[in-house]
């Protein structure tokens, strides 16, 4: 197993009580494959992802479990080791890129970086690597945008420079978070599409974040479910589309357009067992669910 996630806990101490934003959630990502982690804002999803990496912002700090990354517990690693890592072994892709780049730094340069800090080129094949890797991405006219600064590239292009840098080192692993978000529906649909393309060009295995479960039902081979800091359902993606048990999950399908959440013939059996309920909104969820938390 790649990534194996056991009971991780994390807690943010504010002036006031501690609040657990993460409630040992558990998970792993085998080689190759797609795990989606699938939540409202405020479910936990992105805490949990900037955990594996050990990036939980202050006053946030992880409280308890383990992540075993390549037999490896990464909580037991030193903050040196752990820079060899991120990057190397883990990839991050932001949310927003304009906030991720460097605004005065060329986006070359910027690819660039990620193979010298890690010792894997000479700065003069290091820049030779970045074209290489933009026209991997799909930019056009590579040779000549690498010069070019965030400002100047499109979102979607900018986009592409962050699966760019995270895949400079070939990692194994790559976390994506909300990817998609901040781009219009057409450009969504062609950057899903080279992620796919180059997850399989590469044998990557993808951790994906994100709030839209039609995203999930395209890229994804397993989905776990998170709301209010607890994971509440996970399994194969088509097993959880055709037969979602939780509450929060049926509610999620039903936020998408041509997903009822449930069985083709019909709206989906309540986790119980007894008659079809209708869709909840995810916030009025009852006490099925647990507790909330803070912000993803």
Known sequence: MLLDVQ??????????????????VSFQVARGETLGLVGESGSGKSITAFSVLRLVPPPGRITGGRILFEGRDLLTLSEREMREVRGARISLIFQEPMTALNPVMRVGDQIAEALTVHGMASRSDARLRAIELLEAVKIPDAGRRVRDYPHQLSGGMRQRVMIAIALACRPPLIIADEPTTALDVTIQA????????????????????????????????RVAVMYRGRLVEHGPVRQILREPVHDYTRALLAAVPGMTGGRPEGRPRHANGGHDDPPLDPRSVGPSGPPAGPTS
């Open 190 to 221: 062609q950057v899903l599409d080279l992620m796919r393309e180059l997850k399989a060009r590469f044998d990557l295995a993808l951790l994906l974040i994100t709030h839209d479960f039609g995203v999930i039902a395209e890229m994804a081979d």
């Open 7 to 24: 009971d991780l806990t994390v807690t943010f101490q504010g002036s006031g009580t501690p609040v657990t934003a993460v409630d040992r």
